[in-house]
């Protein structure tokens, strides 16, 4: 039952991140068009999506709540800043995603509205994910980093790359849906973010063999943790051809799979830790009549019918989207 809800916890995550992440990404890019119907093109192909890829942030919070409650106490105690401003931004767009379609005189408002508030929350997420993978200040498994615990060059480095991954997968999203100047322009800035995402990875690489951190030896230990790179690399290829052969299909995916590569090799890197390296997996779980209780309404019903949802939402809203705003 502890591996069910652990196959669980990683599936929310991971459909959150590659969900949630392009519709965060399109908020960013949507700080820089200098034309409304060009921003108002790129929203649009979000607007079927976006607050139900939120939903599966929720099903992640459930999880940890319900199922491993020991690092729900722990993360929420650790990153209590972060995971305020990451809510202060999700409301945020959201507000701001419905006030500027109906408002003029504050429109530009609402705009910067929405694509700070992706911004805070993609930052805030990439920071909370570094600080787990440079290891929170812990003695005998309770969290005793301080306020502050979370922060450091490391963690707003990874804040800044999260930013710009998800920006990159909003672009490729953009050129899945999109025709016209809002896929042309997108696919121009593939490459740029890219290129960007690369750096990150090698700055993150290098912090890492500096600082000695303590993921490094699970590498070490785990030599087919090295397959995820792999794929990694191999998607970013296939994402380069698709980039010089103007491929609207493949972009998207590829940055999808190096996105689940990466996820796959922090996953079992951390592996069988839930806060690394502190509390294991046995130690965090509820109780087995807790997780058995959750089973028939979490996992029986509302998870199935959750994914049952977005491959429909998915399925009505295939294709790509047009309007009069693609040629601004």
Request: glycine share 10%; hydrophobic share 55%.
């Amino acid at each position: 039952m502890i591996m069910f809800w652990v196959a669980l916890l990683a599936i929310s995550i991971l459909i959150y991140l590659l969900l949630d992440g392009f519709d965060l990404g399109v908020g960013i890019l949507s700080l820089f068009p200098n034309s409304e119907p060009r921003r108002r093109a790129m929203l649009g192909a979000i607007a079927p999506f976006w607050d139900g890829n939120e939903t599966w942030l929720v099903v992640t919070g459930v999880i940890l709540w319900g199922a491993f409650p020991i690092v729900y106490a722990t993360v929420l105690s650790a990153f209590y800043i972060p995971v305020i401003f990451m809510l202060l931004g999700l409301i945020l767009r959201g507000v701001a995603f419905e006030f500027r379609s109906k408002s003029r005189r504050s429109r530009g408002i609402w705009t910067v509205a929405f694509g700070g508030g992706s911004l805070v929350a993609s930052f805030m997420q990439g920071v909370m994910v570094g600080s787990l993978v440079q290891g929170l200040p812990m003695v005998d498994g309770d969290y005793a980093g301080g306020t502050f615990g979370w922060f450091s060059p490391f963690s707003v480095l990874c804040g800044l790359g999260l930013c710009l991954g998800y920006a990159l997968l909003g672009a490729c999203w953009l050129v899945r849906k999109r025709v016209g100047a809002v896929r042309d322009v997108a696919r121009r800035q593939i490459p740029v973010l890219a290129v960007g995402v690369l750096m990150f990875l090698v700055a993150v690489f290098s912090f890492a063999l500096l600082d000695h951190l303590p993921i490094l030896h699970r590498w070490i230990d785990r030599p087919y943790l090295f397959v995820f790179p792999g794929i990694g690399a191999a998607a970013a290829c296939v994402l380069a051809s698709s980039i010089l052969r103007h491929d609207d299909y493949w972009p998207f995916h590829m940055v999808s799979l190096i996105f689940a590569a990466a996820f796959g090799t922090l996953a079992l890197s951390f592996w069988p830790y839930m806060v690394p390296f502190a509390i294991t997996i046995d130690q965090a779980a509820a109780p087995h009549s807790s997780l058995a209780f959750m089973f028939w309404g979490e996992g029986l019903f509302v998870f199935p019918l959750l994914l049952l949802y977005t491959a429909t939402g998915f399925r009505v809203f295939k294709g790509k989207f047009y309007s009069a705003s693609e040629h601004y």
